[in-house]
């Protein structure tokens, strides 16, 4: 059945199928990498992708479907013994061992002895050579991981990668805690890894990404892989289309808006003012570290040296994070797993947190209530889940931000501020947001006010009626979309 | 430059705790007692630190890799009633201690078990074991401590020392427990199995995922510190000249706080055998000065627990500027 010939793929993945239960995550998917290929996998999140690539790694087993490396049989046993056969992981969350030196998370699981002890010299005078080969032989070899910026980081898990001999790498979201700049580098660098002769997996929500580094790209759904296509013959449109498995016609819709009343009015010392109305959206642009965030936050009163006012429908009062519950205004953090939701809890008691008096009865909160209620959230923003006594962290992050967005409306919020609302999620749970936001501020009965800060501009073009710049921590006049374009908000966020 | 800096940086946490024990005991010799810059003073620092301080070295493996021991006060008192009942009964030197140290081997195993395989979290399994050690210990023991003055062998680690054996200057439990130091520090920060306790300590996850056994270097650890624990307990019947079932009764606090003033961290991947020693000799310091100095009990406790805190939040703002 397996003929090893001269024009084996580096990879290659046959077949694979696995299932969870009575859910199919993989229903028969192939896949096939040339030496030398950067190929890209896209799909939405629950597409099956972090499970093909799990099954790659060992850390999961198929239920059936056949592995080749080089043309023989690859069957990892755990994540381990697929490194050691050659295939090596750097995922979105870093792996390194912040204690240890660079040398030693370089060489961890493989150090080299001499006799008992560890041969020191050989970790070091060879982790600064595979770190130089990568063009990074300033990083200090002896200096502890966690000290280093995330994308030296980066690097060192590279260099892991490539001192275990590892042929095929699979880079998972790699760019989503880069500062630009890093980001080109690190382009550069898979560029460079591919001319080396290694098969690079790329998995990606950015499309322009996967044009930039990608030469062929395979895209699934459902578990299904749908197409394999050259990059290069394909538009993002027909991507999009398959991904999704229809066609999306207006990303980001527009209902009739009716301005109302101004629901808030916050000027804070040294940041700038800003008056949003009900029934529109409001977005903050600028670039990353300008303050954007910053404001958000000091409206809400997070920021420290929270003394300041702002006005909620006509009343003066302080900013602090309590108050504005009770005046209708809830924030959604940029930060959904460290901040923004508690990840163990079920996505009822997420939902109901701020709004808890709602489900209790004489103080006493009833269970049955909040699911209720949030049965009836997961059904209307349609949040994929077993239920609402899952645990949030186990959703998908498209789906833990519409859960995260629910608990604002549960708690009757008018206001919302919503922070980077679609980072890190797929684009079908993308324009569900965005239809969401649309919704909430064209509603008939109660418009309600939007605050979003967003680093993607058409987006936020696509989605608010003005759009302000933030620029060294200020926030400048809001322009209605109309008589602006991305190239006047950038010029506006970099002051040029 | 850079690596200047980082190299003034470990030597200053390196020598933090130092620093502050040669504070905290020239205070007390130059305002206080005089008698604990004496020979007999020193001695008598050493004889209490040994205890402490062996089971420390154990304890420093287990905090670095994350974990945590509570039941090492019962495991030291339970290993010096069968260290005692051993040495009462005639048994060769060689066998009490292969057979007390193998016997704490086998607490720390039993530990590691329930951790790894039964994945319970160590800080509720050795609180459950910290009882049951102990109701072994009394029940071995029929509540009574055992007399093993006649163990002259035994006795001979942390008396003091006879006029012809001036020249060790401190007990030969004293020097036991510096070697057996140097050999931890040795293993730590020199073999493979060292650096993978840091790694376990430092980010389980990662560990796993570069192939190193996880859940073999948690058993070993527990065992290490198990075996240390045994020798403390060998160390308690050398000065007490008993094994006592009631003894070590909230070491295993004196221990936990010399590994932390040493510098580890309870979150794991950072600790030193040295600072622990260090950190044993500054709690003995503290308590020998206060003795000495006629401070009632109440107050001693008050100051041993205000530099405990302080030492941890002074490590804190050292971590901050780093």
Redesign the interface.
């Known amino acids: 059945m397996s003929q090893p010939s001269s024009d084996a793929a580096r990879l290659e993945m046959r077949d694979i199928r696995k299932a969870f239960g009575a859910q199919i995550a993989l229903g028969g998917v192939s896949l096939k990498i040339h030496a030398g290929e950067v190929h890209a996998l896209v799909g939405e999140n629950g597409a099956g992708k972090s499970t093909l690539m799990k099954i790659l790694s060992g850390a999961y087993q198929p239920d059936s479907g056949t592995m080749f490396v080089d043309g023989q049989p690859y069957a990892p046993a755990n994540p381990a013994d697929g490194r050691q056969r050659g295939v090596g992981m750097i995922y979105q969350e870093l792996s390194i061992a912040p204690h240890l030196s660079v040398a030693e998370n370089i060489w961890l699981g493989i150090e080299p002895q001499k006799g008992l002890v560890l041969d020191r010299t050989k970790m070091r005078t060879e982790a600064q050579a595979t770190l130089a080969g990568l063009g990074h032989g300033t990083i200090d070899v002896d200096q502890p991981a966690g000290q280093l910026s995330v994308s030296h980081q980066q690097i060192v898990e590279i260099a892991r990668a490539l001192s275990m001999g590892c042929k095929i790498i699979v880079f998972d979201e790699p760019t989503s805690s880069l500062a630009q700049a890093d980001v080109q580098r690190l382009f550069d660098l898979i560029d460079q890894l591919s001319r080396r002769g290694l098969a690079i997996i790329y998995i990606s929500h950015f499309l322009e990404e996967v044009r930039r580094l990608s030469s062929r790209l395979t895209i699934l759904r459902d578990g299904q892989s749908v197409a394999c296509h050259v990059t290069s013959a394909i538009t993002d449109d027909a991507i999009v289309a398959e991904m999704v498995g229809r066609e999306v016609k207006d990303l980001y819709p527009r209902s009739q808006r009716q301005l109302g009343e101004i629901l808030l009015e916050a000027t804070i010392p040294q940041r700038g003012t800003l008056t949003l109305r009900r029934g529109e959206v409001v977005g903050l642009c600028g670039l990353v570290g300008a303050g954007r965030t910053e404001f958000l936050r000091a409206v809400f009163g997070l920021e420290e040296n929270t003394s300041q006012k702002i006005t909620i429908a006509g009343h003066s009062q302080l900013a602090e994070p309590r108050n504005n519950w009770l005046h209708r205004m809830g924030l959604v953090s940029e930060n959904r797993k460290e901040e923004g939701l508690a990840l163990e809890l079920s996505i009822a008691d997420n939902v109901c947190l701020p709004a808890l008096k709602k489900v209790a009865k004489l103080g006493f909160v009833s269970p049955a209530t909040c699911e209720a209620h949030t049965v009836e959230w997961i059904d209307k923003f349609g949040i994929r889940c077993q239920g609402p006594n899952q645990a949030i962290g186990r959703l998908s992050g498209g789906n833990q931000q519409k859960a995260a967005i629910a608990r604002l409306l549960e708690a009757d919020c008018d206001i919302l501020l919503l922070d980077e609302p679609t980072r890190g999620i797929d684009i079908a749970a993308k324009a569900k947001i965005y239809e969401i936001i649309d919704q909430l501020v064209a509603d008939p009965i109660r418009p309600r006010a939007v605050l979003m800060v967003s680093s993607y501009l058409p987006e936020l073009l696509g989605v608010c009626d003005r759009i302000a710049a933030v620029r060294r921590g200020q926030v400048g006049e809001a322009t209605p979309v109309a008589q602006t374009n991305s190239e006047k908000l950038m010029r506006a966020a970099t002051g040029v | 430059m850079?690596?200047t800096t980082?190299f003034t940086a470990k030597a200053l946490n390196a020598l933090g705790p130092l620093l502050a024990l040669i504070l905290i005991w020239g205070l007390f010799y130059s305002f206080g007692n005089q008698a604990i810059g004496s020979s007999e003073g020193i001695e008598s620092i050493v004889q209490q630190t040994v205890v402490i301080g062996i089971g420390a070295i154990g304890m420093t493996f287990i905090i670095i890799s994350a974990g945590i021991d509570l039941s090492i006060g019962s495991a030291i008192a339970l290993c010096s009633v069968i260290g005692a009942k051993l040495a009462v009964s005639d048994n060769s030197p060689a066998i009490v201690t292969l057979v007390t140290l193998l016997a704490g081997a086998a607490i720390g195993l039993a530990i590691g078990l329930l951790v790894v395989r039964a994945k319970l979290i160590p800080f509720i399994t050795t609180l459950g074991t910290l009882l049951i050690l102990r109701g072994i210990a009394l029940g071995l023991a029929h509540s009574q401590p055992i007399n093993a003055q006649e163990a002259n062998w035994l006795r001979f680690w942390l008396n003091s020392l006879p006029e012809n054996m001036r020249w060790l200057i401190i007990p030969p439990g004293g020097w036991l427990m510096i070697i057996l130091a140097a050999l931890a520090a040795g293993v730590l920060r020199?073999?493979?199995f060292g650096?993978h306790v840091?790694?376990v300590?430092?980010?389980e996850?990662?560990?796993?995922?570069?192939?190193?056994a996880v859940d073999r270097i948690k058993l070993y650890v527990y065992m290490i510190g198990g075996a240390f624990a045994a020798l403390s307990g060998l160390m308690l019947v050398s000065y007490q000249g008993q094994g006592d079932p009631t003894g070590a009764t909230g070491y295993e606090l004196d221990i936990i706080a010399a590994v932390v003033i040493g510098g580890a961290s309870l979150s794991g991947?950072?600790g030193s055998v040295f600072g622990s020693l260090i950190g044993a000799l500054i709690m003995t310091v503290i308590r020998t000065g206060c003795t000495l100095n006629g401070i009632d009990e109440s107050t001693t406790r008050i100051i041993t627990g205000t530099i405990i805190v302080a030492a941890v939040a002074i490590d804190r703002l050292r971590r901050k500027a780093a």
């Open positions: 850079k690596t980082s020199f073999t493979v650096r840091f790694a300590g430092s980010n996850q990662t560990a796993r995922l570069c192939g190193v991947g950072v």
